[in-house]
């Protein structure tokens, strides 16, 4: 079982970054693909970005060259590092634990605006 919580969303202005963080609770973590999504008011929920136990990630079109996914296996963390951000980018942002099970972080608020 691998319940993520996520954390360090907020206000930031078009060009800055933000680092989100997602604890990932459980003794199995190295079984899951670890996910990020973000859902904008009105749209769809979107994958953002996807990486394997072994550090191989992948990218949606809008996040290659602005957003890095990481993750540390040895305290169950997932990060997403985004630079440049847009007004666009705004959104709630979900973390996923894609594995044995599924599941889903409560969320955070990411807001760019001036």
């Known amino acids: 079982q691998v319940q993520p919580v996520e954390s360090g969303g907020g206000l930031v202005q078009p060009g800055g970054s933000l680092r989100l963080a997602c604890a990932a609770s459980?003794?199995?973590?190295?079984?899951?693909?670890m996910k990020w999504f973000r859902q904008a008011p009105g749209k769809r929920r979107e994958l953002v970005a996807s990486i394997t136990s072994i550090g191989t990630a992948v990218y949606a079109d809008s996040a290659k060259g602005r957003f890095t996914i990481s993750r540390a296996n040895a305290n169950n963390m997932v990060y997403l590092q985004m630079n440049n951000l847009k007004p666009e980018d705004t959104a709630v942002y979900y973390c996923?634990?894609?594995?044995?099970?599924?599941?889903w972080g409560q969320g955070t608020q990411v807001t760019v605006s001036s």
């Open positions: 459980g003794s199995d973590f190295t079984r899951y693909v």
């Open positions: 996923y634990a894609d594995g044995p099970l599924k599941y």
